[in-house]
């Protein structure tokens, strides 16, 4: 499957943002969807992860109750919408995707067990 990120750009703190990742290739339903973030200088790190079917969300500590997940399967798409966003939400967002079978239960967080990746949108929230 292909991902191609998009819709970052420059807002003030305390605005929004939707990212879209759009999918092809494969049957996107397949697929367990997630996005992270690297922010200049430091690691990437996990954002929010949705299931093939959209029935279970997860959200890292740092964006919980702001940022909300979502996909529209019939449209090969997932969306991040981002609320009340921080100076510190700036970073490089990436779109990953992955439909392996898992070994344990967090595995959604390790950006290893994703196997395709976008290019990254830059999202930068000024202060």
């Known amino acids: 499957v292909q991902l191609q990120a998009s819709g970052g750009g420059l807002v003030q703190a305390g605005g929004s943002l939707r990212l879209s990742c759009a999918a092809s290739?494969?049957?996107?339903?397949?697929?367990?969807v997630a996005w992270f973030r690297e922010a200049p200088g430091k690691e990437r790190e996990f954002v929010a992860m949705?299931?093939?079917?959209?029935?279970?969300?997860y959200y890292a500590d740092s964006v919980k109750g702001r940022f909300t997940i979502s996909r529209d399967n019939a449209k090969n798409m997932v969306y991040l919408q981002m609320n009340s966003l921080k100076p510190e939400d700036t970073a490089v967002y990436y779109c990953?995707?992955?439909?392996?079978?898992?070994?344990?239960?967090?595995?959604?967080?390790?950006?290893?067990?994703?196997?395709?990746w976008g290019q990254g949108t830059e999202v930068t929230v000024s202060s």
């Open positions: 990953a995707a992955d439909s392996g079978t898992k070994t344990y239960s967090t595995w959604y967080r390790n950006r290893h067990e994703y196997h395709y």
């Open positions: 290739g494969d049957t996107f339903s397949r697929y367990g």
């Open positions: 949705i299931r093939l079917s959209g029935d279970r969300k």
